[in-house]
């Protein structure tokens, strides 16, 4: 186990994460906010915006504590009188619209009565869906899975799945990636096992950006494939607004609202009862946003 | 009272608002899907775009019945076996960023108990407030009002006021209107008053648009109005997914889609902490989106 708490090391990590992801940029750079939170702890809010390679992202930071309140006792079913909360958040919104939108969140939460757990995952949402990228992208979050618990890639892919889908689109948000929650040291995994690999995540989530981007290249792009990014990017923002856990519990508790909303994409699009031609990129895209695809195989 | 019954009274309310929109727009036609629902019932959904004032919206009527679901008995509380929901619902994106995005629904409910209640309202949304153009919109609205009760107005602009309303933003949607729910025949108004109130707010709604519309005129914008627009459009995305009743509960029941997410924009757009120049246009209007203001003064 490191010698560093989890806040510190959370915040190296997201120190890692913008640095690496301004250098795959090259234009851009992180704009921080700091806020604090009236009754504990507070946070770093970092939004980079109009690079070469990200239209809109942020990565924060966060290690908030206090007094539980009645409403975190209802939503959450907590039984302790205080409690902290730190962790790391990104979504990134790429400008070509062959780039994919990628998410990242890993969480720790303790109550004074000395129950924790820990949550978090990564997950990708292609405009376009490369079946090899989306293969390389699930290979890679599988090899760190498997360095914990040889259970974690499969568990956690169908958490995935089932978490972030869309039921009244029903369709998946994209191509999924790993989902974990209230998880504990178990089977052999002891909680400072459970911290390095929330780590280990973010340490991975630059690589797995960079290389989605490399392997694409800057593909060109026109009309057509901006209009079908920002109707994708619609769908996104109605998970995050209808059914995104963290998100609606954030708006319900009175969070910073701009660094909750961060994961919006800067421009979104509805047309109505759009259906994609047959047999085109964008029906073949929808075809593969569906639950339980083994993209290992 | 009408010798038609209220299911096709709404549709002739639906037919003649088409008709006075498509003439005020000048170029575009409604395009209209027929749909069913499996358990009964069904609806018109009609939606305009690419116009010369409307760039997206919808007026949809639709008249559903059978069997109170469990989940429609969980999430309205209802007592019935059978019931009836009819009703014509609109929304407005114009192209223009100083013409408003305007709102209204009427609808009536019945259960095989007898049980039975009106709703609706009609709202505004400037992305500029004028403050002359908010008052004659209501104005216009408290006219009809009076008709029917003298409290009427009071009452249904100060529900408007709460409903229309985004907490997470400490803003309202618009300059507000009129709300109503679960309302009876009561206090000396007949239930065939209650309908007779609906039909009037349906035959209103495109006098109150063309008023906007005249009043204002075609004024020139640019990119910045454009993206002001934009930003505006995303709270009422936000509003629509997060807090509106009728859309959740759509969402969870399994209504269609395309109709209910038909009162989203055809853009929208969000800036990360977008903050207005001291004194612009767009700080004056944010300060106007508050609860309270007696439009009428």
Redesign the interface.
């Known amino acids: 186990m490191s010698q560093l708490n989890i806040i510190d090391r959370f915040k190296q990590v997201q120190d890692f994460i913008c640095k690496e992801l301004e250098h795959l940029d090259g234009a851009a750079k992180f704009q921080e906010?700091n806020w604090t939170r009236k009754e504990g702890g507070g946070g770093r809010t970092r939004?980079i915006?109009n690079g070469n390679i990200f239209e809109?992202g942020?990565v924060n930071f966060s290690a908030v504590h206090g007094p539980v309140s009645e409403l975190m006792r209802q939503q959450l079913g907590l039984n302790g009188q205080d409690f902290l909360a730190t962790g790391v958040s990104i979504v990134l919104h790429p400008k070509n619209p062959y780039h994919p939108i990628m998410h990242m969140n890993v969480r720790y939460f303790q109550l004074n009565t000395g129950e924790y757990w820990f949550g978090g995952g990564i997950d990708m949402t292609p405009h376009y869906v490369d079946e090899s990228l989306a293969r390389d992208f699930h290979r890679e979050l599988k090899k760190v899975c498997d360095r914990y618990h040889p259970t974690f890639y499969d568990r956690f892919k169908d958490w995935a799945d089932d978490y972030f889908y869309i039921?009244?689109?029903e369709e998946t948000r994209g191509v999924g990636g790993i989902f974990y929650d209230h998880i504990k040291a178990n089977h052999g995994v002891s909680k400072s096992d459970l911290e390095d690999f929330a780590i280990d995540l973010g340490e991975l989530f630059p690589q797995l950006y960079s290389h989605q981007v490399k392997k694409c290249g800057n593909k060109d792009f026109g009309d057509r494939e901006i209009e079908w990014q920002?109707l994708r990017r619609?769908r996104y923002?109605?998970f995050n607004?209808?059914y995104d856990r963290g998100t609606?519990f954030g708006?319900k508790t009175?969070g910073r609202?701009?660094s909750i909303?961060?994961s919006?994409?800067?421009?979104?699009?509805?047309?109505?009862?759009f259906s994609p031609e047959k047999n085109s990129p964008e029906e073949k895209t929808l075809n593969q946003l569906k639950k339980n695809i083994d993209w290992l195989d």
């Open positions: 906010d939004i915006s809109k942020g039921p009244h689109r920002n619609g923002v109605e607004l209808v609606k708006l009175g609202i701009e909303l961060m919006l994409p800067k421009n979104a699009s509805w047309f109505y009862d």
